[in-house]
């Protein structure tokens, strides 16, 4: 089989960082196209119940050791804004505008973004701050940032994450390849062998 | 260093079953003794706010699907009680009745008690099951159903439960070693790459 890994996520999911650093390198060794999906998380914990690992006692304390020390190991920067997490629904709604014009653009956008919040350097929560980020990518920021608004952007965004949790996503990178689920970046090297091996 | 990994656990947790499949060989491999905590993750909860994986929606289904994946590919049975995640509650305090006397025997009690539970062989919130089922460790269950209610018993398994929670475990399976958290069974190869290496 060669359909897609999708690959949801919210930009202000620090597991989600870690697994968009490696998952275009995943999809290229087994061949498989990676499906970009942002999506607010909260619509999720709307279902669930749960509450983001930042605002909950004693997980946010080992969330925060825990990125760093993924960050160390991979040699990478982990810097998000010190009232992280913040919400990302323009970022989230500048990828569908972009991916409705030029869907390899939308992701060269989704991970400039990881790499700009998780530096520090972008507040995904300002629709101002993301069209002129966009800029970056050879887009027009006021096009941008009135293509962000529009109905039919805002609703893709939103139904998107909506039925995607009513197929069961409810975490953040959250992973579906050939309707097999797999939730976490601790789970992507399994996912790889169940792709490899066909399943078991 | 040579201290131990701590290995703190609900015996109601379906990931708990998994890590304690291996955690005895993982230590042999890096010299380290296996510390088994067992403990109420509902401890945990009353901080965190969190709730069990069985009573999450979504999560739960998530849950049920990827136990039996991982059943599968370890060769493993993976049948808890209908009615699972029973209270272990007696049990758990009847492993630290039994760790008074004979800490590698309440090491060889609680590896029997994960695989007759989640063979669906054992109700671990029933005392007298319980009881029963110590028997088959050469101990006496009516000696064994009467310690697991002495006042100093059933405080040790609460103040370790509390301590623990106080140091910030919040999960099952939960590891410390040298002071370093490591949450969760997909965590257990990091951890011994951390172990092996000194950490980074």
Tied chains: 1, 2.
Excluded: C
């Amino acid at each position: 089989m060669t359909g897609p890994i999708e690959f949801w996520f919210d930009f202000s999911s620090g597991y989600a960082f870690f697994a968009a650093q490696e998952i275009e390198a995943l999809g290229t060794r087994v061949g498989r196209p990676i499906l970009w999906r942002p999506y607010m998380l909260g619509t999720a914990f709307k279902v669930t119940g749960a509450r983001g690992l930042s605002s909950t006692p004693l997980k946010q304390d080992y969330a925060r050791t825990d990125w760093q020390r993924l960050a160390r190991r991979a040699g990478l920067t982990f810097a998000p804004p010190a009232d992280h997490p913040r919400i990302a629904l323009p970022a989230t709604r500048v990828f569908y505008w972009i991916e409705g014009q030029d869907a390899a653009l939308a992701v060269r956008f989704a991970q400039g973004v990881f790499a700009a919040y998780y530096a520090g350097r972008l507040d995904t929560a300002e629709l101002d701050q993301v069209a002129a980020f966009a800029g970056g990518f050879g887009l027009d920021p006021q096009a941008v940032a009135a293509g962000a608004v529009l109905p039919e952007v805002k609703a893709r965004a939103r139904n998107l994450g909506d039925q995607a949790v009513a197929r069961g996503v409810f975490g953040s990178p959250f992973f579906i390849v050939d309707g097999e689920p797999f939730w976490g970046a601790d789970r992507v090297p399994m996912m790889e062998d169940w792709i490899r091996s066909g399943g078991w």
